[in-house]
């Protein structure tokens, strides 16, 4: 017989950008092109956050390029003029 635990994540990631860059406006762009044609800029953000704690900051965010880490650009392009604060992968788990 398997064994089954339930687990509560909660967390927080913080996304710190400047919505008149040229990377960012593009980003958006790129975001309702590819992702959702009718897509906010909050949208865009919470696509980006659920691809950063899923799958980090090395990756490219399908349709919205790459992310800043704690101050440090990505060095692939295109940057999305999004940076990601150093605590992201803070987590807390509740055992349900």
């Known amino acids: 017989m398997n064994s089954r635990t339930e687990f509560e994540i909660t967390g927080y990631i913080e996304l710190i ?7 960012f406006k593009e980003a958006l762009e790129g975001y309702k092109k590819c992702i959702d044609k ?4 909050e949208d865009m953000l919470k ?4 691809y950063v704690t ?5 990756g490219m965010v399908e349709g919205v390029g790459y992310v800043g880490y704690n101050g440090r650009k990505p060095t692939e392009e295109p940057y999305s003029g999004i940076m990601v604060s150093e605590d992201y ?5 509740n055992e349900r």
């Open 47 to 50: 696509h980006t956050a659920f």
């Open 89 to 93: 992968d803070e987590f807390e788990f």
């Open 17 to 23: 950008y400047d919505e008149n860059s040229t990377e």
């Open 38 to 41: 009718t897509g906010t800029k």
């Open 54 to 58: 899923r799958f980090g900051t090395d």
